[in-house]
Nanobody
């Protein structure tokens, strides 16, 4: 498994970004996938997850209603709207060996390299 996250950048507060995560070696259609983020000096935290068939998505309280996770056969997306400066972080995608997984980091065995999102006020 080799995950590649992309789509980060520098944006102003209130705008949108869409992140993408691909498994360059195979499709991960049978695996749960999640996005985590890590701000400077903070622990890596859960953002959103989606099971293998889509549906039953889960979000952290801090992004609920602003972010949307979705997937197709080869790619998992994170649509981020109404961005805030506190969303600034390195965003990581992660996949699980299993079709369903919860929000804990230990549930995900494969991690991408991360993409930087910076939101200016």
């Amino acid at each position: 498994v080799q995950l590649q996250a992309s789509g980060g950048g520098l944006v102003q507060a209130g705008t949108s970004l869409k992140l993408s995560c691909r498994d360059s070696r195979r499709t991960f259609s049978n695996n749960a996938v999640a996005w985590f983020r890590q701000a400077p000096g903070k622990e890596r935290e859960f953002v959103a997850s989606i099971p293998w068939r889509g549906g039953n998505t889960h979000y952290s309280e801090s992004v609920e209603g602003r972010f949307t996770i979705s997937r197709d056969l080869n790619t998992v997306y994170l649509q981020m709207n109404s961005l805030k400066p506190e969303d600034t972080a390195v965003y990581y995608c992660a996949s699980s060996r299993f079709s369903y997984a919860d929000s804990s980091r230990s549930s995900y065995q494969y991690w991408g390299q991360g993409t930087q999102v910076t939101v200016s006020s």
